[in-house]
């Protein structure tokens, strides 16, 4: 039975065939919002799909064998740990088994910018390099509150699931960790104001520059994917309703999941790019500091 | 928060941009590709003299003018246009289409040369306008000329300067200009 | 070992093909050096072999924005020589199509700043703004880019609708006080980007020679169109705005308050234009001897030398532009910057190498 339910959670729901769709439905969302925001028409509906059909159809560059090996296994292992991430969101609390562990969940979240930092440097681009080497500056940076933040709900709610944080946090303590959490979705999306590892007014697209043909449409599909994992923890730590019956629950998630897009994007749209530092700096000083007070209430409360 | 009031009347107002094939009309003074009014031409080549790019060429023949434009040469400056005598030369008030070959919409137009009012073989066209333009004064006996072919107005210079010598030329003889 | 990051000749951050090469310790910039020549056309050469009326039609491709400066200042250069007087109305059209200008080249470089520091929103509605102005440059003269307006002796187009022009540039003067300005200089990103960033020091202003807003930041009150009035720029009122600071804030700043001169200086010709003739004579003759003339482009000192031996051909043609004299400033803004300053550095200058190759 567990294992039933762990593929269904994988492969059906919120998996493979609800995060695949949903991931370019929120890509679209987004630049579709940013447009809006400047006045233009922004893409048709299917464009994220599209993008992805023709990047698969591509021939790709013919690599040095080891290279090849790597620039492919890389996404694939970015694309496979996301899904995981995605298949242990608890939409269902108390489903039982792996499902909401949040050790688990957040290590498998961090795969994905691990992979981008190595996959960067193994495409030996020069500004894929540079790209990586910001993709690890940030993610040591924004680690710091989000960790915090992660650890000040768990200390709350006395739980490592996810289902029991989302459960038994207390407000005071998850409001503050939410804001913490969400300040920190833009520099793994690669949002503005945090967009500094694929600007590409300095460094091209980052670490994925070299990348070509099926090989970028792994990384479209793992950049997706993000989207559903991260928008998703959040909505399902922001509101969740576990005495409801399942259409409920998932009709919160989907919802909230979208409202969250739509705020992001539109922060998107009203800021500039920070630097490296300026970034690094915001998220060792502000991020932090509110990931610390949500700790902080959260013992005082203990 | 200024940059929100920019981003709400923008999404206020909806889209400025236009979807593709869509393009906004070009302004009526729009600067198109030239097109020349052979009636009017006086093959004086003006048009060939101050073009840029040499998308205008003007080749005197001798009993026509071909005149030939290559708007994928054409910079589209407006200055045959602005420079010619007799307005023969005109653009259009919209884009051209586009080409794929260098060439490939060269155009001529054939000047044909008007008959002589004397003998009737083909004669350079002329304008009275032009003509005073050029010279300043033109006097009665030129302006009768300047329909001429060549070859009756140097007869007719010929008989001119015979006639200055009186008496001289009331010999006889059938007179052939040379 | 420090690595050499070539931005160019293709980058994102360039409009144009050149080449910086950055050395960087880290994130840190500690040398920096700039090639051009990569959109060198042989203008100067060819201008030799052509006519002064298809030399000028020549001159305006030597810049894909500032188009009518060159013509400008090259009928200029040819009136001089041929000792021709420009009517009144034709002073007035040439100003009102050369502000239109510097409107359409800042809001560019507004706009080009903005994408560089990842600011789409802004970017767009710099221009959208820009878009009226090219509208009206079309109205007057039938194209957005190549206005072809100036001839020596005069204008080859009238202002037929001098209505649309006001309220065009009205338009552009309140949402630029009203909406661009504040953001630009209050947004919390903008200023993290741009304050304190790329200083250039008034002493390695004189130093270097910077012209144009570029000087004007640094606190060099220096503009032909004040110091040594053309056309009818005496007979008009305008401020020259100067910022103390050098670092690419202020010139957002001097270029900002620019445009709202600029849309002073259109509205006060439209008013003030006489009525009469605007075109000179079709073919102006042309004594032998030899000539310099300098006007304001959008990027600064616009500089022509003309040589003639009588006939309808210049003998040499030489351009200074303003690009020309900006460029090594680059080198001590971005040195101890960081690389992703980089590119908004460089821009600051509002560099045009198309124009500087030639």
Known sequence: MTVVRGLISLLVFPGALFALPAGWFMMWLQRKINARAQGRIG???????????????????????????????????????????????????????????????VSLIEVGPLCAVLGGFVSRSLYGGIGASREAVLTLAYNVPFLIALFALVASAGSFSLAGVALAAAWPVRVLALIALVACIPVKLHLNPFSAASAEQEIYAGSTTEYDGPRLALWELAHALEWVALTGLVASLAFPVADAAWPVRVVVFVAVSVALVVVLSFAAASTARLKLAQTARWFLLCGSGIALSALVVAFVRL | MNILNIITGNVARGPQTVRFPGREAPAAAYRGSVTMDAAKCLACGICDYVCVSRAIAVTPGAASCEWTYDPGRCTYCGRCVDHCPVAAVTQAGDRGDSYARSGAQRATVTVPYPACPQCGRPAMPYNEAVLGAAFGDVSAELRERIHLCERCRRRATTAALKANFGAAAETGRSDDGR | MSPVITMGPFHPALEEPYKIDVVCEGEHVTDASIRVGFNFRAIEWLAERKNYTADIALFEHVCGICSNVHTLCLSRAIETLAGIEVPERAQYIRVVVAEAERLHSHLLWAGIACELIGFETLFMACFGLREKIMDVLEAISGNRVNYAMNRPGGVNRDIADPGAVLAAVRAIADATSKQLIPVLTTDATVRARCAGVGVLTRADAIAYGAVGPTARASGLPQDIRASAPYEAYDRLLFEVPVRQEGDVFARVVVRALEILESCRI???????????????????????????SRIEGPRG???YYVASDGSDT?????????????????????????????????????????????
């Open chain 1, 43 to 105: 893409p048709p509906f299917f464009q994220p799909f599209f993008d992805f059909v023709k990047l698969l159809a591509k021939e790709p560059v013919v690599r040095p064998r080891l290279q090849g090996f790597l620039m492919t296994v890389l996404p694939l292992a970015a694309v496979a740990s996301t899904l995981g991430a995605i298949a242990l969101l608890p939409v269902f609390p108390k489903a039982g088994g792996f499902s909401g562990d949040l050790v688990l969940l």
């Open chain 3, 266 to 292: 259109i509205e006060q010709a439209i008013e003030q234009m006489p009525a009469g003739p605007f075109r000179g004579d079709d073919y102006p003759k042309v004594p032998a001897g030899e000539v310099c």
């Open chain 3, 301 to 303: 000192e616009v500089f």
């Open chain 3, 314 to 358: 210049p003998t040499r043609v030489r351009v200074r532009t303003p690009t020309f004299a900006n460029m090594p400033t680059a080198r001590p803004m971005v040195l101890g910057q960081t690389f992703a300053d980089v590119p908004l550095i460089q821009a600051s200058l509002d560099p045009c190498y198309s124009c500087t190759d030639r």
